[in-house]
C-alpha cells in the first residue's frame, strides 16, 4: 500500500487508465455494433457479457505477463521475415475485422430499403455475438496489455487501470450503441473506422508501428464533420 502514497504512483495510473480507455474505443465501436444486430432483448447481456468477458481476459493475461511477453519472441519466418504469436494475432484480427466490417458495409449499402437493411442486420445470434466478441477482445487485449507493460512495472496499477476502465465502457456502451444504431451514416462511419483499425493492426503485425494518434484525430475530426452535417439536415427538413 506504500506505493499509493506516492505522487508518482497516481500519475501513472491516471495516465495508464485514460489510454487504456482511450484504446478501449474501437472495442466500444465494435461491441456496440455487434449488440445491435442480436434481437433487442439479449442487447443489454451481450454488451455487459461482452465488456465482462474482455475484463476477466485482461486481468488473466494481466497475471501472465510473462507469457505476454514472451508472444514476442519470433516463431515463424517467411522469406527472412519473422512473425511472432503476437504478430499472427494482429494480423488474424485485423483480416477479420476487414471482412467483417466490408461485408456489414455492403449489407447496408446494397439494402433496397432500411427495412431490408435491419432484417439483415438483426439475424445474429447471441452466441454468435459473444464468440465474435471474445475474438476481438482478445486482438484488443493484447494491444491494451502491451501498453499498459510499456507505461508501468507495477501489476497493481495495471489491473486498476484495466477494471476502471473496463467500467467506464459498460457505462458508455448503451448510450453509443444507441446512436450508432439509431444514424446510419454514424454506422457507415464506425464500420469505416474499424476498417481502419483492421489496416493498422495488420500493419502493426507486419512490424510497421503507426502512430494511434494520428488515427484517432482522423476518426474524431470525421465524426465531427459527420455531427455538422447532421445538424445541417435536421435544420432543413
Do not use: C
Amino acid at each position: 500500500m506504500e506505493i499509493f502514497l506516492q505522487p508518482d504512483t497516481w500519475i501513472a495510473l491516471l495516465t495508464l487508465t485514460f489510454l487504456e480507455i482511450v484504446l478501449g474505443i474501437d472495442n466500444i465501436i465494435f461491441i456496440s455494433l455487434v449488440a445491435g444486430k442480436v434481437p433487442k432483448e439479449n442487447q443489454k447481456k451481450a454488451r455487459l457479457g461482452g465488456l465482462s468477458i474482455a475484463l476477466v481476459m485482461r486481468i488473466l493475461l494481466l497475471l501472465s505477463i510473462t507469457w505476454i511477453i514472451g508472444l514476442t519472441k519470433p516463431v515463424l519466418t517467411l522469406i527472412n521475415f519473422e512473425l511472432s504469436w503476437r504478430d499472427i494475432i494482429l494480423i488474424s484480427g485485423g483480416i477479420f475485422l476487414l471482412i467483417k466490417s466490408t461485408l456489414e458495409i455492403h449489407h447496408k449499402v446494397e439494402a433496397k430499403d432500411q427495412e431490408n437493411s435491419t432484417k439483415i442486420g438483426s439475424s445474429l445470434s447471441f452466441s454468435s455475438a459473444i464468440i465474435q466478441i471474445v475474438l476481438l477482445d482478445i486482438v484488443f487485449s493484447f494491444d491494451s496489455i502491451l501498453t499498459a507493460v510499456g507505461l508501468t512495472d507495477k501489476l497493481i496499477l495495471m489491473i486498476i487501470a484495466v477494471i476502471i476502465a473496463i467500467i467506464v465502457m459498460m457505462i458508455f456502451a448503451k448510450p453509443v450503441g444507441e446512436f450508432v444504431n439509431q444514424h446510419p451514416t454514424i454506422q457507415i462511419l464506425a464500420l469505416s473506422f474499424l476498417i481502419l483499425i483492421g489496416v493498422m493492426l495488420i500493419v502493426e503485425g507486419a512490424h510497421y508501428h503507426v502512430p494511434k494518434g494520428y488515427i484517432y484525430f482522423a476518426v474524431f475530426f470525421s465524426l465531427a464533420i459527420e455531427m455538422l452535417n447532421m445538424r445541417y439536415r435536421k435544420k432543413n427538413t
